[in-house]
């Protein structure tokens, strides 16, 4: 799963096939296709979950506690699917 955070207004969103934008409005991004994505902004900053792990941590949530932990990773500047608009 493709996100995007703005780091100046701190809002992360998930991506869509319409354009989507952080609350300042200074963060975008969007899906081409159900692979490939863009984003833009001088403030983003591309997120993503390893979607089998977050499918895991939902199926094994706990009652209690501090929850079940899956893996997220900051998307490299130069990645084939998510590609940064100037």
Same mark, same amino acid.
């Given at each position: ?21 952080? %609350? ?8 081409? !296709? ?16 390893? !979607? ?7 199926? !094994? ?15 490299? %500047? ?9």
């Amino acid at each position: 799963m493709k996100l995007v955070l703005c780091l100046h207004c701190q809002d992360l969103f998930n991506l869509a096939l319409e354009e989507k934008s952080c %609350r300042c409005g200074l963060t975008k991004g969007k899906y081409i !296709n159900q692979l490939h994505a863009i984003y833009s902004g001088e403030h983003a900053m591309p997120l993503g979950f390893a !979607n089998s792990s977050l499918i895991k941590a939902i199926q !094994n949530q706990p009652k209690e506690g501090l929850g079940e932990t899956f893996t997220a990773f900051i998307i490299p %500047r130069e990645c084939a699917t998510f590609v940064k608009e100037d």
